[in-house]
């Protein structure tokens, strides 16, 4: 029943903003695997199926590789190499990110501060001769709500993004999304959310990204097969 009610928020926002102007709607299938190796440590591989032109073509392959270091309860900073190709170019990006987290009661508010660096090749001679790498500040604020007595989560977010255009900071584009996640046994996680992307670029459509998502923590694995192996073992 709350997935239900969920997802039909979910469609019911897509249909407000569709109406509202012409956009383009996307779909993003994201299988993810994560590892947290101890209390400060994680690891985490990241896929993501791409299509677009109101789901009709295909997009972009991403493969995506991370790690994650607690600074403290609530500091965390994370780093990765993502590496994405389509059938018209193929892009590389180096990211960083610093992420603030405050639990209270049901509510986790969240920020993040994430630079990225991309561009198809890491050659100097392709930047001065062709084009210089892209540079982006993204500013992330989130608000998470865990369901009482249930499973699922719902959460709302606005990420603000700033290119850097040496030697000015530009606007260039807004991203406010609404989700939900769903926590399985044996450290399955699923997922749906949608963003709307606002863009300053007149040459560019705004568009409306879905996206599936399942996340397996392989510790949260390992944990409960140890588990219910000495529940057996004690019988």
Do not use: H
């Amino acid at each position: 029943m709350i997935k239900t009610k969920i997802i039909a928020c979910l469609l019911l926002l897509t249909c407000c903003f569709g109406f509202a102007q012409d956009t383009d709607t996307q779909l993003r299938i994201e299988p993810t695997i994560d590892y947290r190796i101890n209390k400060k440590w994680k690891v985490a591989f990241d896929y993501r199926y791409g299509l677009k032109n109101d789901i009709s073509t295909f997009q972009s392959n991403m493969f995506q590789l991370s790690g994650e270091y607690k600074i403290s309860k609530r500091i965390s900073v994370e780093a990765g190499y993502r590496y994405s190709t389509s059938f018209e170019k193929d892009n590389q990006r180096l990211f960083a990110s610093l992420v603030y987290d405050y639990k209270w009661k049901k509510f986790t508010l969240k920020s993040r501060t994430l630079y990225q660096f991309s561009t198809p090749y890491f050659d100097e001679d392709f930047w001065n001769e062709y084009k210089e790498p892209r540079q982006i500040i993204r500013e992330k604020f989130t608000i998470d709500y865990n369901i009482p007595k249930s499973k699922a989560s719902v959460y709302l977010s606005a990420e603000l993004f700033i290119k850097i255009d040496n030697p000015q900071w530009k606007y260039n584009r807004t991203r406010y999304r609404v989700g939900s996640d769903y926590s399985l046994k044996y450290g399955n996680t699923i997922g749906l959310s949608v963003f709307y992307e606002d863009r300053l670029n007149v040459r560019k459509t705004d568009r409306f990204v879905f996206t599936t998502k399942y996340n397996l923590s392989i510790d949260q694995l390992l944990k409960k097969v140890k588990k219910q192996k000495e529940k057996r073992d004690f019988k």
